[in-house]
């Protein structure tokens, strides 16, 4: 009799853990959507060639305060930014790619920096890119 009440006992505290757990993980994903859903989310041209020139540009903007995620298209040569609005803008997000050596839409990238690029990311500078929308 001990051994069927301390087996029940046992069943319903690894219950109760796994229905704490699933509860817990359900109010984590409502957090994370939360977040998201405040982030701004812009998509911009950007100059650039190949996958060193990626790299570059998604580092770059990725290094903003405020950045979440930034994604860069080598075939459309756009870029997709996700960024907290109270701690950065759309400005400093170009500013920092055009810093890097890369031209955006709004701003003609670093000479020097561009300079510094290689041979393979140094692109036309009249090549077609997406506009800010």
């Not at 817990?24 to 957090?31: D, P």
């Not at 609005?85 to 500013?95: F, G, L, R, W």
């Not at 709004?106 to 890119?129: I, R, V, W």
């Amino acid at each position: 009799m001990k051994q069927v009440f301390l087996s029940v006992a046992i069943v319903m505290a690894m219950g109760l853990t796994s229905c704490k757990n699933e509860a817990k993980q359900s109010n984590e994903a409502t957090a994370e959507v939360a977040v998201s859903s405040e982030l701004t989310q812009v998509t911009f041209g950007v100059r650039g060639n190949c996958g060193m020139c990626k790299k570059t540009i998604e580092t770059a903007a990725n290094a903003v305060d405020g950045v979440e995620k930034a994604v860069w298209d080598v075939d459309k040569k756009q870029i997709a930014v996700a960024f907290d609005a109270s701690k950065t803008n759309m400005k400093t997000v170009h500013e920092a790619i055009a810093a890097s050596g890369y031209d955006t839409d709004k701003f003609s990238g670093s000479e020097t920096a561009y300079e510094n690029l290689p041979g393979c990311c140094q692109y036309d500078h009249s090549m077609e890119m997406a506009v800010t929308k």
